[in-house]
């Protein structure tokens, strides 16, 4: 074996991925991403949204919301929020969750969805999470999937996107 063969061999550095509560600090990074078109695309963001409505989205809307982030070298390349329900739907919550397009189908989406569930079944006591999904989303469909979330219906035209009507699956989990 030649030294040049070695080098191949070397384990590849890990990315080395922080999830923590998300912070008022993260809203510059997290504007980034939400402006990035993969992210408009995707959800249901306008093009050019102001940094001070991202600011306000950003802000829990009751005391049981979870709002994570994903660290990666001091900036955050990622973010989620579980949003559970009141009153007769307190057993039920809402996601959002936005990777950043340098750091997309790296595990990230994992790692935060994987947390919002470990709070949302261990903590929070929801017993179901629901959101809705374009249905050509392919990589977000393996995700949920992944973590046991099954389709309940489609909504046809859901929603305007890039010129045209898109449908949306609507999916949830249950514990």
């Not at 709002?67 to 955050?76: I, T």
């Not at 340098?102 to 179901?128: F, P, Q, T, V």
């Given at each position: ?6 080098l ?17 600090e ?7 991403i ?6 408009r695309?995707?959800t249901l ?7 001070d409505k ?10 049981r919301?979870?709002h ?12 989620s ?15 959002w ?17 994987g ?8 903590w ?6 629901e959101?809705?999904?374009?249905t050509?989303n ?6 949920y999937n ?6 309940e ?14 449908d ?6 249950l514990?």
């Amino acid at each position: 074996m030649q030294a040049h063969d070695r080098l191949t061999e070397l384990p590849e550095k890990r990315m080395e991925i922080t999830i923590r509560a998300m912070r008022s600090e993260d809203a510059a990074d997290i504007f980034e991403i939400v402006n990035q078109h993969s992210f408009r695309f995707w959800t249901l963001a306008l093009p050019y949204e102001p940094f001070d409505k991202v600011q306000k989205w950003l802000e829990p809307q009751s005391p049981r919301d979870l709002h994570l982030s994903a660290e990666l070298d001091g900036r955050v390349v990622g973010a989620s929020a579980l949003r559970p329900f009141y009153g007769r739907r307190a057993h039920a919550a809402e996601f959002w969750i936005g990777v950043h397009e340098d750091h997309s189908r790296k595990g990230i989406g994992s790692r935060l969805l994987g947390a919002m569930i470990d709070a949302a079944d261990n903590w929070l006591n929801i017993k179901r999470i629901e959101m809705t999904v374009f249905t050509d989303n392919v990589s977000a469909l393996a995700l949920y999937n992944k973590f046991g979330f099954e389709i309940e219906g489609t909504h046809k035209a859901a929603t305007f996107r890039d010129g045209m009507f898109v449908d949306a699956y609507c999916m949830a989990r249950l514990r």
